[in-house]
């Protein structure tokens, strides 16, 4: 894919004639907006150029379309100067734009000049504390939720192995990137180092010398490092997969970027990309604007990426400034979740904004006394890297970029043990079942949110909301023109096939065994994949591997379809009381095209792998009796 276009330089122009424009300090050498016209407006759809040329026009200032966006939305550019915020109520006012809102530089959280720490309690089921350990007596998580990290991109850590789905690097601006680049299919780290030559060219106004900051890497690890695996950390989540997207570099990122990464994230096209295989429930933020408010048309541009069975939370760090949190972006909308930081102690840390629009509060780490009831930092994933990586360690850091991830982790166990709750269902959740703050604490409910999220209450809470898990027949089906075999849970498939549909090619085997149709105790959901590669022969295959699952999901020639049902999988290979084994076993490929073969019947897996050359593959599930 070809890096995007970096946005063309306008000569500075200062009150235009139909919208007087003053000449304002822009976040950007050439201001922009992110613009959203009708959606019955066909010049915009179909010529965006000259859409945007006439919204020029309208507003008395020349106006230059530098790239579609996701959901319809276009990124305008207006010369040098140019009062963005005016032009964005003008847009809608006199140019017929529905959603006019800046783009934006954001910036990763800034981090605290305090003591370090490799470690601090805030796993424990302290008052103080988010009580993850009883939360994981429930859930450890499920492979089946996916969580977007918009960052800096991410380091392949080893306690991140195996977690990390294939992201995208939305860095459109090639300086910024840092990888001689813009978008791309690598959402690695490069580094975001800035030193003498970077601030000599102009290109990182704001910006002072830094080392590479690893952020994103630290705030995945504090989400879903590897747990109970004998290295470094443990994550909230043990089980989610992780869905980096690079969305910050040198001195941050754009939002415009930022929005079309939610987008995609969220399962949404965003022109030039391709399409996002892996969709996540939740989205987290450890960025921010500060001295930019949430407007209601920010809050219209975010608020459509959240729906009941797809994105489920934004959750936003409140930012780091010791201030109004009412002032940052975009944690300051209210369809972000957005997270204070407090302490060991459960008090306000010293950096954490603070206000009306915070949502809950989580342990962001803080430095000052050892020994003293609020010490103690956030551990994380790092490396030693100065400018580009080099070794992996821990260490201790604070902000409320590590208190969101902490809140992003309760969220995604809440949808493992619970994955249909609503966006309004999960927000409401965490902030019920949130720990109160200690009577001697800064925080109250209108400056940190309702408390101190409860990973255990929020998992408890989410399991009696979900509805109750059933067992369910799972129905074998042959097809004997291409001597495949074929099995589904889904009431309305098999009422299909049993109706004839496919022309009447599937007919039941008389074989079945049950299933449950959704997430419980001591289950994992079975991936279901197809391909049509051995054409004119296609085949379905079944994983409860999620290790599997994730593999097969990277190969070109199938195609991941759904979570088929969920079932038990065997432990050292055996199935436990209550439970019954699930056969599988391999055909070879002698039909022309692979297919599997599941069965609770003994005698007839022993005949297929004998008599009829069937591969062996041993126990697979473990069905209820």
Not at 539 to 567: M, R
């Amino acid at each position: 894919m070809s890096a995007a276009p970096r946005p063309r330089r306008a000569a500075a122009v200062c009150g235009a004639a139909v919208l007087a424009l003053a000449c304002a300090a822009p976040a950007f050498a050439a201001p922009r907006l992110i613009v959203q016209f009708a959606d019955d407006d066909v010049e915009a759809a179909f010529a965006p150029k000259s859409r945007v040329e006439r919204l020029g026009l309208d507003l008395g200032a020349e106006a230059h379309h530098l790239r579609r966006m996701a959901l319809g939305a276009h990124l305008v550019e207006f010369p040098e100067g140019t009062d963005v915020h005016a032009a964005a109520a003008a847009a809608i006012v006199q140019g017929g734009a529905k959603i006019a809102v800046p783009d934006r530089r954001l910036r990763a959280a800034k981090v605290p000049n305090d003591t370090n720490l490799q470690s601090q309690p805030y796993l424990r089921n302290d008052p103080a504390s988010v009580s993850a350990y009883s939360a994981w007596d429930v859930t450890t998580g499920s492979p089946s939720v996916v969580v977007a990290v918009l960052d800096t991109g991410v380091l392949p850590h080893p306690d991140l192995a195996g977690r990390l789905l294939p992201g995208y690097d939305f860095v459109s601006d090639v300086d910024t990137a840092n990888d001689s680049n813009g978008r791309d299919a690598d959402p690695t780290d490069p580094g975001d180092w800035i030193d003498l030559a970077d601030l000599g060219s102009g290109k990182f106004p704001d910006c002072e010398v830094d080392s590479s900051s690893w952020h994103g890497t630290s705030v995945a690890g504090v989400i879903g490092a590897n747990g109970n695996n004998g290295l470094a950390l443990a994550g909230l989540d043990w089980s989610a997969r992780i869905l980096p997207l690079r969305v910050l570099g040198k001195c941050g990122g754009n939002f415009s970027d930022i929005f079309d990464a939610i987008a995609w994230a969220a399962g949404y096209a965003v022109p030039g990309v391709p399409a996002n295989q892996y969709p996540a429930q939740i989205v987290n933020l450890s960025l921010g604007g500060d001295n930019d408010p949430c407007t209601a048309q920010d809050d219209a541009l975010l608020s459509q990426f959240l729906s009941p069975s797809g994105l489920r939370a934004i959750v936003v760090a409140a930012g780091n400034n010791a201030g109004d949190a009412n002032q940052q972006f975009p944690s300051s909308c209210p369809s972000a979740i957005s997270v204070a930081a407090t302490t060991n102690g459960g008090n306000r840390t010293s950096y954490s904004n603070y206000g009306s629009s915070v949502d809950i509060a989580a342990p962001g780490g803080q430095g000052g006394v050892p020994g003293s009831p609020d010490f103690g930092l956030i551990a994380v994933l790092s490396n030693t890297g100065t400018t580009t990586a080099a070794g992996y360690y821990v260490r201790g850091i604070a902000g409320t970029s590590f208190a969101a991830p902490i809140v992003s982790g309760v969220a995604s166990l809440m949808l493992s043990v619970a994955p249909n709750l609503t966006p309004a269902q999960v927000r409401a959740i965490i902030q019920d079942t949130a720990k109160a703050f200690p009577p001697s604490s800064q925080c109250t409910p209108t400056s940190c949110g309702h408390g101190i999220v409860n990973a255990q209450g929020a998992v408890l809470a989410a399991q009696a909301a979900a509805p109750g898990a059933q067992q369910v027949p799972v129905v074998e089906y042959f097809n004997a023109g291409f001597g495949h075999y074929f099995m589904s849970a889904d009431n309305d498939e098999i009422t299909g096939l049993d109706g004839g549909a496919f022309g009447g090619a599937f007919v039941r085997s008389g074989r079945q065994f049950n299933a449950w149709n959704l997430p419980t105790t001591g289950t994992e959901p079975v991936c279901r994949f197809f391909t049509v590669t051995f054409a004119p022969k296609s085949s379905h295959f079944y994983t409860a591997d999620p290790v599997e699952c994730a593999g097969v999901k990277l190969n070109p020639n199938w195609q991941y379809e759904k979570i088929a049902f969920h079932i038990r999988v065997p432990v050292a290979g055996e199935c436990t009381a209550g439970t019954l084994p699930v056969y599988r076993m391999y055909n070879n490929g002698q039909t022309g095209a692979p297919n599997h073969r599941f069965t609770t019947d003994l005698a007839l897996y022993q005949q297929f792998t004998t008599a009829q050359n069937w591969a062996p593959e041993g126990i697979a599930f473990c069905a209820p009796q």
